[in-house]
């Protein structure tokens, strides 16, 4: 299973972008992901989550801004973003927890990460 991110590049503060993650594979289903960003020399840090269900939570620092979302029949999680801050500047990162049928396991996957840059 592969997990691709896009939708990243250059905003001014105050724009809006929307990243998408697409898992792609044989024999998967996607339980839980989430949207994690890393800033230039700081740790990465968890943004969102959202449940099979749909059941988003947010971190504080992006509560009322940031809008995760998913779409079940294309193996796809999104971010839509507004409002966006030059703190908001540094990679995104989706990770899923993927049912592999043929392991009957759930394995956790991380994609390689979309680049968000906002100026002042």
């Known amino acids: 299973v592969q997990l691709v991110e896009s939708g990243g590049g250059l905003v001014q503060a105050g724009g809006s972008l929307r990243l998408s993650c697409a898992a792609s594979g044989d024999s998967f289903s996607i339980n839980d992901v989430g949207w994690y960003r890393q800033a230039p020399g700081k740790q990465r840090e968890l943004v969102a989550t959202?449940?099979?269900?749909?059941?988003?939570n947010y971190a504080d620092a992006v509560k009322g801004r940031f809008t995760i979302s998913r779409d079940n029949a294309k193996n796809t999680a999104y971010l839509q973003m507004y409002s966006l801050e030059p703190e908001d500047t540094g990679v995104y990162y989706c990770?899923?927890?993927?049912?592999?049928?043929?392991?009957?396991?759930?394995?956790?996957?991380w994609g390689e990460g979309t680049r968000v840059t906002v100026s002042s």
């Open positions: 990770n899923a927890d993927v049912f592999l049928s043929r392991l009957g396991a759930l394995v956790e996957y």
């Open positions: 959202i449940t099979t269900r749909g059941t988003a």
